[in-house]
């Protein structure tokens, strides 16, 4: 079992930035990947960034260049720094981790860009 926690979503204009953190605890050891994925209303939900057990990266195609995720082993944190934030980037935002290919979801957290 993982328990995900997400914070620092909130309100951005554009142009604006946001870091979001997903604190991970229990069977983290066993963690293959992390990612963040984001759902807007009336979207399906879609992968946003991932980063795997080695660091290795990839980003959906409309965030490259403007976001970029990394990980604090040592803190057991996953963050997602998001800049040039757009309105299009408005939805939840959920922490991911996949644990010998089972799937663990945060809460999500809301992130809000104003044009």
């Known amino acids: 079992q993982v328990q995900l926690v997400e914070s620092g979503g909130g309100l951005v204009q554009a142009g604006g930035s946001l870091r979001l953190s997903c604190a991970a605890s229990g069977s983290i050891s066993s963690i293959n990947y992390m990612g963040w994925y984001r759902q807007a209303p009336g979207k399906r939900r879609e992968l946003v960034a991932l980063?795997?057990?080695?660091?290795?990266?990839t980003y959906a195609n409309s965030v490259k260049g403007r976001f970029t995720i990394s990980r604090d082993n040592a803190k057991n944190t996953v963050y997602l720094q998001m800049n040039s934030l757009k309105p299009e980037d408005t939805a939840v935002y959920y922490c991911?981790?996949?644990?010998?290919?089972?799937?663990?979801w945060g809460q999500g957290t809301q992130v809000t860009v104003s044009s």
């Open positions: 991911n981790a996949n644990v010998l290919a089972i799937d663990y």
């Open positions: 980063i795997t057990s080695s660091a290795y990266t």
